[in-house]
């Protein structure tokens, strides 16, 4: 079982990031699917989750509006659409199986918005 990350990387305030988690070992289809993210310093927080065949999607209020989860069920792939990056995203960012990320997770990918 493996799920890896991509796409993270440094971008400037008001900026976009598409990530991606590539999932091995299982079918992602059969699991909801979340992004978690941990800043330095902080612990983790619960970012987005959708539902097993993409049609609900839940959002943290801090990033409701701009970050849009979706999936590929096809590809065993899971996304992240990050628009209107603001510092306070700076992170290190995970995908995880189940709701609000509390299952199994990757290794992540960091993203950092300069001011």
């Known amino acids: 079982v493996q799920l890896v990350e991509s796409g993270g990387g440094m971008v400037q305030f008001g900026g976009s990031l598409r990530l991606s988690c590539a999932a091995s070992?299982?079918?992602?289809?059969?699991?909801?699917m979340s992004w978690v993210r941990q800043a330095p310093g902080k612990g983790p927080e619960w970012v987005s989750s959708?539902?097993?065949?993409?049609?609900?999607?839940r959002y943290a209020d801090s990033v409701k509006g701009r970050f849009t989860i979706s999936r590929d069920n096809a590809k065993n792939m899971l996304y992240l659409q990050m628009n209107s990056l603001k510092p306070e995203d700076t992170a290190l960012y995970y995908c995880?199986?189940?709701?609000?990320?509390?299952?199994?997770r990757g290794q992540g990918t960091q993203v950092t918005v300069s001011s």
């Open positions: 995880a199986r189940g709701s609000y990320g509390t299952g199994f």
């Open positions: 070992g299982f079918k992602l289809s059969t699991y909801e």
């Open positions: 959708i539902s097993t065949g993409g049609g609900t999607s």
